[in-house]
T-cell receptor
């Protein structure tokens, strides 16, 4: 089963920051937090991952709380093309990625 | 130059038929996967192969048989197709230690059983 909890849906205005929360209170010390997204019926796309420190790449930023029990994915300037289902996944060593229900982000103009 | 390619993209077939879906990756990854996404959009792991060896085999009917001729290919053969097999099947690959990019997914094969 997925070890994460996400809100089922969120809305965001185009050009604004989208902040997607994720709870992973049972995460273990060596487990990474990964974020993927799935646009319409395409294959899931890797966004970012982290262990303890905050991470940033060209797509997004990942903020992980000090106790590692939750994280937030930040899309700094959301566009219509960012409308997708976003999955927060705790990568459990020795297993394949377990996808939960994710958050459906709707970006509108 | 597609990283993970699946064929065919669409597959419509009758109940009882046998069909195969092919997957190839050119990323040099050592692990490949098959996921199933049903009509409710849940993505579920089916199989995982590492260097041609089966390492994950979730509760999947034995009508589904994966085959990995080499570490760049993972094919999925399905016997005696049933209506409930209708879904989108995604192939993915990764390095065993995940690495910077985690998993790379193919664009999916939409299977419709009529």
């Amino acid at each position: 089963d997925a070890k994460t909890t996400q809100p089922p849906s969120m809305d965001c205005a185009e050009g604004r920051a989208a902040n997607l929360p994720c709870n992973h209170s049972t995460i273990s010390g060596n487990e990474y937090v990964y974020w993927y997204r799935q646009i319409h019926s395409q294959g899931p796309q890797y966004i970012i991952h982290g262990l303890k420190n905050n991470e940033t790449n060209e797509m997004a930023s990942l903020i992980i709380t000090e106790d590692r029990k939750s994280s937030t994915l930040i899309l700094p300037h959301a566009t219509l093309r960012d409308t997708a289902v976003y999955y927060c996944i705790v990568d459990q060593a020795g297993t394949a990625l377990i996808f939960g229900k994710g958050t459906t982000l709707s970006v509108s103009s | 130059d597609t990283a993970v390619s699946q064929t065919p993209k669409y597959l419509v077939t009758q109940m009882g038929n046998d069909k195969s879906i092919k997957c190839e990756q050119n990323l040099g990854h050592d692990t490949m996967y098959w996921y199933k996404q049903d009509s409710k959009k849940f993505l579920k792991i089916m199989f995982s192969y590492n260097n041609k060896e089966l390492i994950i085999n979730e509760t999947v009917p034995n009508r589904f048989s994966p085959k990995s001729p080499d570490k760049a290919h993972l094919n999925l053969h399905i016997n005696s197709l049933e209506l409930g097999d209708s879904a989108v099947y995604f192939c993915a690959s990764s390095q065993q230690d995940r690495g910077v990019y985690g998993y790379t997914f193919g664009s999916g094969t939409r299977l419709t059983v009529v």
